[in-house]
């Protein structure tokens, strides 16, 4: 290539236009951030952390880890935090199961299974969460009697005063059982995971519709069920095609759960909303938050990776 | 560097040319705000919106209450015209940020003076007069039979998050050492319906805001305000710290209101005292505080009749006060520490001098 004028350098040209788009946006960050701080050293509010070890001075509710007003206001965000991956953890593992039945259910020989897994799908997927969170919360659960009146399930006694878990009773007209859930925790599990839900299984129906007809029909004439098929021919295969869809339906899953304030659960955004608010440091808890997102969203992100690769056709 | 070195040049420069040129008008003072509102021909105030005798839509669609009369007011000082207002509604969490990054001009939104709020350091907002002294106060379903704060320990309480209700709720029953479940949330709305709902036994927030807000429960009766006050909440316009006319024309204006109540100038009778002030030379107090002579209102950046203007919007603070929340209001408020010092309040406007 002696003699190509570099303009036409077919090695050097991607270089130099690579190095050029990386430069200006680094530019444009360099603009942002100094922007920011010449701002906010003009107003006298240069970027502080010190506020963290100060007594927060506010309470938390239902927190896993001990919570007090005395405690700084790191330690109310730790809390939140931990809160926040409660509901995100159960709520992935219920969104999951849920999303996974509806999806293969539009496989089903039984047409109204099929027609209810379908209309399921449509309500929720074209409904506001935020909207479906307030209808939870205070259209469905704070319309739970209390009381000798609550509504009493196998396993599950559903009152105002909260959801209990196992054999529970009622002790002086207080509901006593093993495990006590909040209504605003249950509300807001519940409008994630079928929110969530809808939308996974919708991934999973795509992931079975992409596997060949001839798989189901080899699998039946050697005399395997529907369920059978399903569950050791179809959907071994198809998770090759559903766990990359999944990924990102995991990922909004984690961020809908700052949404919870909505319905009175005390999540990480609910805690840094009240941190801000008391102690003005706005830029500082928002870069709180959206680290703390961010790194959740990319931890989801290398564990569906990793599964990704796991689920693949292994050459050997 | 030497970029920046000319543009301040240049800056400085531009800004001695418009000093110059202005002088003579306004004595050399400059506010962004003002001018932005007046190039604006409306003040946006952020009000709360929803809460009876301070901020709530009128069924005619109109914005009325106590708050909303200060906005009314320094429009009417401002622009000279009380209906060239935009609210905004806003809530708790959500007030100081949108007064900060300039949403909204004035925050007239039944808002705690406080320390952290007021200072450079914390939130950094420039307070005006306290418009209502008032204090926190819990309300509970009169069946419940509880009657004092000790009543609701180990027990679910409503607060509103962002709130000094919030703080000193944690602080009351910390002193208490009584265990509670707080259930915070974002909207007054959502706070009373999870409380009528029975998810929490009480709710707290300033008492005059709890006897505003039972006037639209569906059975006003069956709840009851304990008779604990477990803070002190000093409620006050707010404005941003950084543009000192600008608030000082707000404060002033607040003041105008009180200290007209103090000297009997009302609504109707403010004409007749402008006409007095201006045959009569010697009524020399008269004659500054309703502008005929001096420069006041051109000191805080305003018209020299801005109390005049601010007066026959909405008339004197004991009026507003009593349209609103007082006698001539479905709350019934007693006017208590709001009264004017002459009667044993709280009410001082420092002298227009």
Known sequence: MKGTPWWRNRRLLPLLIQAAVGLTILVVIAFLLGNLVRNLSAAGLLLSWRWLNLPAGFDVSETLLPFNAELPYWRALLAGLVNTLRVVVVGLVGATVLGTLVGTAAFSSNALLKRLARAYVELIRNVPLLLQLLFWYFVIFLSLPDGPAALRLPGLVLAKSGLYLGPSALVDGVWQGPARITLEFGALLTGLVIHSAAFIAEVVRGGVAAIPGGQWEAARSLGLTHRQTLARIVLPQALRVIVPGLNSQYISLAKNSSLAIACGYSDLYAVAETTLNQTGRAVEVVLILLGTYLTLDLAISALMNRLNRLVQIQER | ?353
């Open chain 2, 1 to 353: 560097m030497v970029l920046n070195l000319r543009l301040q040049l240049a800056c400085s420069l531009v800004a001695a040319m418009a000093l110059g040129g202005c002088a003579s008008d306004e004595g050399g003072l400059q506010s962004q705000k003002l001018a932005l509102i007046k190039g604006r021909g409306e003040l946006i105030c952020g009000v709360q919106g929803t809460l009876p005798g301070f901020s709530s839509v009128d069924s005619d669609g109109s914005y009325k209450g106590l708050d909303v009369d200060i906005c009314r007011a320094t429009a009417a000082a401002v622009l000279g015209d009380p209906n060239k207002v935009e609210f905004r509604d806003l809530n708790p969490s959500e007030r100081f940020a949108a007064l900060a990054s300039g949403e909204v001009d004035l925050l007239s939104r039944n808002t705690t003076y406080t320390l952290s709020r007021d200072a450079a350091g914390g939130n950094g907002l420039s307070f005006a007069p306290v418009v209502f002294y008032d204090g926190q106060g819990l309300m509970v379903p009169k069946a419940s039979g509880i009657t004092s704060v000790k009543g609701l320990s180990g027990k679910p309480i409503c607060v509103e998050t962002g709130t000094t209700s919030e703080l000193n709720l944690a602080d009351r029953m910390r002193e208490l050492k009584a265990p509670y479940t707080p259930l915070k949330f974002q909207t007054s709305d959502q706070t009373y319906a999870a409380y009528l709902q029975g998810r929490c036994v009480a709710v707290t927030t300033d008492r005059s805001q709890l006897a505003a807000k039972r006037t639209g429960f569906p059975n006003p009766e069956a709840h009851v305000l304990l008779p604990d006050v477990i803070s002190k909440e000093p409620l006050a316009p707010a404005t941003v710290n950084g543009d000192p006319l600008w608030s000082d024309a707000v404060r002033w204006t607040v003041y105008g209101l009180m200290q007209a109540e103090e000297l009997g100038i009302t609504q109707t009778n403010v004409d007749a005292k402008v006409a007095k002030a201006k045959a009569n030379p010697n009524l020399a107090d008269l004659r500054r505080f309703l502008g005929v002579e001096g420069d006041f209102g051109k000191q805080v950046g305003l018209s020299p009749d801005f109390v005049v203007r601010a007066l026959k919007a909405v008339g004197n603070y004991g009026e507003i006060f009593e349209r609103n929340v007082g006698s001539g209001s479905v709350l019934k408020l007693e006017r208590g520490l709001n009264r004017s010092w002459k009667d044993g309040g709280l009410i001082y406007s420092p002298p227009f001098r």
